[in-house]
C-alpha cells in the first residue's frame, strides 16, 4: 500500500492550498483518513480526520479554515486549506487506518509567507 501526496507549495498568509493524497495498492477496507503536519522542531500533530460513521475531526487550530474530505471509489483524500497563517508551515503527511494498520504517505512541504 502506498499513498502519495501532493498539492503543497509556498503561500502567502491568507491564502489557500489543496492537498491531495492517492492511495494505490491492495487494501480492502479504510476505517479512516487524516492528515498530519510536523512543523520543524516539533512533534507530528493530527490535523484533521474522517472515520467511518463519524463527523469530520479538526485540531483546534484549524477549526473553520481547513476542510478534509474523502473518496472512496477514488480512493483519495484531500485537504481543502484556506486563510492560511505562517505557523500553519509544516510537513503534511496523509494516513490511512484499515482497522490493523496505519498507512503513511511521504509527506509534502507547506510554506506559509507572512
Known amino acids: 500500500v502506498q499513498l502519495q501526496a501532493s498539492g503543497g507549495g509556498l503561500v502567502q498568509a491568507g491564502g489557500s492550498l489543496r492537498l491531495s493524497c492517492d492511495v494505490s495498492?491492495?487494501?480492502?477496507?479504510?476505517?479512516?483518513w487524516a492528515w498530519y503536519r510536523q512543523a520543524p522542531g516539533k512533534q507530528r500533530e493530527l490535523v484533521a480526520k474522517?472515520?467511518?460513521?463519524?463527523?469530520?475531526n479538526y485540531a483546534d487550530s484549524v477549526k473553520g479554515r481547513f476542510t478534509i474530505s474523502r473518496d472512496n471509489y477514488k480512493r483519495t483524500t484531500d485537504l481543502q486549506m484556506n486563510s492560511l497563517k505562517p505557523e500553519d508551515t509544516a510537513v503534511y503527511y496523509c494516513n490511512i487506518f484499515n482497522g490493523r494498520t496505519g498507512y503513511w504517505g511521504q509527506g509534502t512541504l507547506v510554506t506559509v509567507s507572512s
Open positions: 474522517l472515520a467511518y460513521g463519524s463527523p469530520p
Open positions: 495498492g491492495r487494501i480492502l477496507s479504510i476505517n479512516s
